[in-house]
Antibody, heavy 117, light 109 residues
């Protein structure tokens, strides 16, 4: 059974960098693509970006200047860094396994990150 | 950038059929996925590649996609189907991003 678990600070100060880790169990990060998606409170889903098992990344153009996704296949983890955060970055952040044609078939439970001023 | 448009809300009585649309330019040429999200939970896929169902999803959930509109249909709606539903595509025609619709709140009256 494939499971994903987000972890990281739940509170980040404005202008600092948000950092999250997604730990994968039951599957190898040496295969598939792996995605980050976020959801501001009471709002819809926003795709942040994805990383391929080769390390190749694709980002949402609206966040590209501030986002870095990386991975450590030896630990079966992938990571999200979002720099220069503001209150608008307050959201639940989900990691997921991306399948063919963009389907995210497995999601983590989500991690709420609040940006404080 | 590619935009997906969903109605903010749909209401239906138990036992009836709910239809949720997802509009996009020539969306019929793309594979559409649908997710269900209940309060406090992560989304789960209920239809993928326009009309396929993941294992464990009831046959009551079905999908179609043609022209500029994709549709999620829920037959014999149950109270437990009340949730937010999101459509999603992979925009391979431009910058290869994933795109989500704004979501539809399904209320079971």
């Amino acid at each position: 059974q494939v499971q994903l678990q987000e972890s990281g600070p739940g509170l980040v100060k404005a202008t600092e960098t948000l950092s999250l880790t997604c730990t994968v169990s039951g599957a190898s990060t040496n295969t598939y693509y792996w995605s980050w998606i976020r959801q501001p409170p009471g709002k819809g889903l926003e795709w942040i970006g994805r990383i391929q098992y080769s390390g190749s990344t694709t980002y949402n153009p609206s966040l590209r200047s501030r986002v870095t996704i990386s991975m450590d296949t030896s630990k079966n983890q992938f990571f999200l860094k979002l720099s220069s955060v503001t209150a608008a970055d307050t959201a639940t952040y989900y990691c997921g396994r991306r399948q063919w044609q963009g389907l995210v078939d497995i999601w983590g439970q989500g991690a709420l990150v609040t940006v404080s001023s | 950038s590619y935009v997906l448009t969903q109605p903010p809300s749909v209401s239906v009585a138990p036992g009836k059929t709910a239809t949720i649309t997802c509009g996009g330019n020539n969306i019929g040429s793309k594979s559409v996925h649908w997710y269900q999200q209940k309060p406090g939970q992560a989304p789960i896929p209920v239809v993928y590649d326009d009309s396929d169902r993941p294992s464990g999803i009831p046959e009551r959930f079905s999908g179609s996609n043609s022209g500029n509109t994709a549709t999620l249909t829920i037959s014999r709606v149950e109270v437990g189907d009340e949730a937010d539903y999101y459509c999603q595509v992979w925009d391979s025609s431009s910058d290869y991003r994933e795109v989500f619709g704004g979501g539809t709140k399904l209320t079971v009256l």
